[in-house]
T-cell receptor
Framework: EAGVAQSPRYKIIEKRQSVAFWCNPISGHATLYWYQQILGQGPKLLIQFQNNGVVDDSQLPKDRFSAERLKGVDSTLKIQPAKLEDSAVYLC??????????????FGPGTRLTVL | GNSVTQMEGPVTLSEEAFLTINCTYTATGYPSLFWYVQYPGEGLQLLLKATKADDKGSNKGFEATYRKETTSFHLEKGSVQVSDSAVYFCALMGNAGKSTFGDGTTLTVKP
């Protein structure tokens, strides 16, 4: 079974530029998560989708971050414009369903973003 | 809101030593609890989980027991190996699949 795919793996941009990350979850997984992991910290949830609907985006800085999951499969996360403090690893994870809270999350390799 | 607190690291042990990494949580309702591990150069992966009070999760010689009375889920292993060197994250999943992670504990095992 293929795992969660993310691209690009690394990205370096200057502040005020825009950037987009892509995630392809495990086939059939209804729930998709985007996390921000700053060096030395644990993953912080940015947004959670169930199929193509948003379940939780309470910690997403909506003035600069946006995410979508068209057709309930792939997802993109965008930052526009980027700030220095956005430097982090952006993780995508998927899980089979939201109907209970027992399911583990399957993580992609992450995208390491450096904002100069 | 929900929160997870892990013991601060890093932790350095000699091979075959006993390991404990403390984890406590705050949550409403009845969350599931997880330990994830990140080996050097790899992504996060599930180590073990427990879905209700008094459940014990175990895998690869690691164990953790869901203690509702102390809101804890401490990770233990009786004899660590060099290959256990990694970053360990305690996490919970609450209502509607909302997940919260601790800040991670880095374990280094020396031969």
């Amino acid at each position: 079974e293929a795992g969660v795919a993310q691209s690009p793996r690394y990205k370096i941009i200057e502040k005020r530029q825009s950037v987009a990350f892509w995630c392809n979850p495990i086939s059939g997984h209804a729930t998709l998560y985007w996390y921000q992991q700053i060096l030395g910290q644990g993953p912080k949830l940015l947004i959670q989708f169930q199929n193509n609907g948003v379940v939780d985006d309470s910690q997403l800085p909506k003035d600069r971050f946006s995410a979508e999951r068209l057709k309930g499969v792939d997802s993109t996360l965008k930052i526009q414009p980027a700030k220095l403090e956005d430097s982090a690893v952006y993780l995508c994870a998927s899980s089979p369903t939201l109907t209970d809270n027992h399911n583990e999350q399957f993580f992609g390799p992450g995208t390491r973003l450096t904002v100069l | 809101g929900n929160s997870v607190t892990q013991m601060e690291g890093p932790v350095t042990l000699s091979e075959e030593a006993f390991l404990t990494i403390n984890c406590t949580y705050t949550a409403t309702g009845y969350p599931s609890l997880f330990w994830y591990v990140q080996y050097p150069g790899e992504g996060l992966q599930l180590l073990l989980k427990a879905t209700k009070a008094d459940d014990k999760g175990s895998n690869k010689g690691f164990e953790a027991t869901y203690r509702k009375e102390t809101t804890s889920f401490h990770l233990e292993k009786g004899s660590v190996q060099v290959s256990d060197s990694a970053v360990y994250f305690c996490a919970l999943m609450g209502n509607a699949g909302k997940s919260t992670f601790g800040d991670g504990t880095t374990l280094t095992v020396k031969p």
